[in-house]
């Protein structure tokens, strides 16, 4: 599956371009083809916004299952992995103890392919 992105100055002259006819599709906008996006546990779609710290990376990602804008939150493999992955359980525990409007819930915590 191909997917297209085009700018907002492109769907302009596009649109300019079938009232006026005078110009073809091709001349109206260049097409770029994009990636497939990448999917999480078949529900989460990541987006390209991608943050990283000394523990890991924070990446946006859209949840299917609850249709919200989530945060998927990943380890970086380095250094001690047992150590890495207990700190990462543990913050995850606690995270998932607390409840309040401006602190962000947690979803689930899984393991991807790559082991993070």
């Known amino acids: 599956m191909t997917f297209y992105t085009f700018t907002a ?10 009232l006026t006819a005078s110009i073809s ?8 083809p994009v990636d497939a996006p ?3 546990s078949n529900r989460f779609v990541l987006a390209n916004e991608l943050r ?3 523990m890991g990376s924070i990446q946006k990602a ?9 945060a998927i939150k990943r380890m970086l493999l380095q250094g001690d992995a047992e150590r890495q992955k207990t700190s ?3 913050e995850a525990d606690a995270l998932g103890k607390l409840e309040h409007p401006n602190i962000v819930s947690l979803v689930r915590v899984d393991q991807d392919t790559d082991g993070r």
């Open 52 to 54: 990283e710290g000394g």
């Open 25 to 32: 599709f091709r001349d109206a906008v260049t097409i770029q």
């Open 88 to 90: 990462f359980q543990r």
């Open 38 to 40: 990448t999917i999480l």
């Open 62 to 70: 859209y949840d299917v299952a609850s249709q919200e804008h989530v």
């Open 9 to 18: 100055f492109q769907i302009i002259k596009l649109m300019v371009a079938s």
